[in-house]
DNA sequence: CTAAAATCCTGGTGGC
DNA sequence: TGCCACCAGGATTTTA
């Protein structure tokens, strides 16, 4: 159960500008409070009442909400962690475990059963996201750009991908993806790359990503949803990713998984070098 | 400096 | 059928 990376939090913002932008949170019920990363419980009760949500948007995998009175109220899904605005008397989810009042009668209801999900509110977003990468989707995001940053690297080409510092949004499926897309190997090392697989590599990152986002986003076993409750479609789209025994679409081969840094890997081993 | 391992969680899976 | 050990998996922290 893959959490969401860029496509699909991209997708959530795009979702929940409609039904909160303008609204005005009265409260919250948190039912877990480790989901609570910043400030204490009783702080974050107190600083969010009354606070107008003035914009959302999307910073890597995280969530970033702009606040009347500046502070951010920022949430990262992690696993299995979903945002879904309901009427105030629809029935309880299951695993709902912090819900938001909102002035009109709606909530926000942070669902997760997995627990990893966290919620911060902070008065400098860069305590939280600061320390981020580069967007790969950004239109100033260059070629030469992601090559220089590209070339202080030595180390394995997954682990890199799924460094939030090198590189922001990158998950587990798109970092298969992408390695598969630009024909290299997850274990790759990033010093031995020649400037034509850079290149490869930048294109396929952004093509797999653009692509992604254009089908909302990929859902396993449901644990990714849109803001409506609806799943992604980019779970038929997918080359390698959750694929293993099945033929490789470029050249038949089967699917392998291995695990690359703790992570399971999905690859063609025939197709990636 | 890098890299690997532990940590947090629980539904699902596989073994017997 | 039932029980249970084990796994996935992002980001952070700890250890080597």
């Not at 974050?44 to 890597?60: A, D, E, P, T």
């Not at 274990?187 to 797999?208: F, G, P, S």
């Amino acid at each position: 159960m893959p959490m969401p990376e860029l496509p699909e939090v991209e997708t959530i913002v795009n979702g929940l500008q409609g039904p909160l932008i303008g609204r005005t949170f009265t409260g919250v019920r948190i039912g877990w409070e480790n989901i609570i990363a910043r400030p204490t419980v009783s702080e974050f009760q107190r600083r969010i009442r009354g606070r107008r949500i003035l914009s959302i948007r999307r910073r890597g995998k995280y969530l970033i909400f702009d606040l009347s009175g500046g502070d951010s109220l920022i949430i990262h899904l992690k696993m299995t962690g979903q945002l879904l605005v309901k009427p105030a008397d629809a029935p309880a989810d299951k695993y709902g475990h912090t819900v938001f009042d909102l002035d009109d009668g709606t909530q926000l209801r942070f669902l997760d059963v997995r627990k990893f999900g966290r919620v911060y509110l902070v008065a400098d977003e860069n305590e939280v996201v600061g320390a981020l990468g580069p967007e790969p989707l950004a239109d100033d995001f260059t070629l030469s750009q992601f090559s220089a940053l590209v070339r202080k690297r030595k180390g394995a080409l997954k682990p890199l991908l799924l460094n939030q510092r090198f590189m922001a949004g990158i998950g587990n499926i798109y970092a298969d993806e992408a390695l598969f897309v630009a024909g290299l190997h997850p274990r790759h090392k990033a010093d031995t790359l020649t400037d034509e697989e850079i290149e490869r590599l930048y294109r396929a990152i952004r093509q797999v990503l653009r692509q992604a986002l254009a089908d909302e986003g990929t859902t396993f076993d449901g644990a990714y949803r849109k803001a409506d409750g609806r799943e992604g479609r980019h779970q038929e789209n997918l080359k390698v990713f959750r694929r293993k025994g099945q033929p490789c679409p470029r050249c038949g081969h089967p699917i392998e998984r291995i695990v690359v840094g703790g992570r399971g890997t999905y690859l063609c081993t025939r197709c990636q070098k």
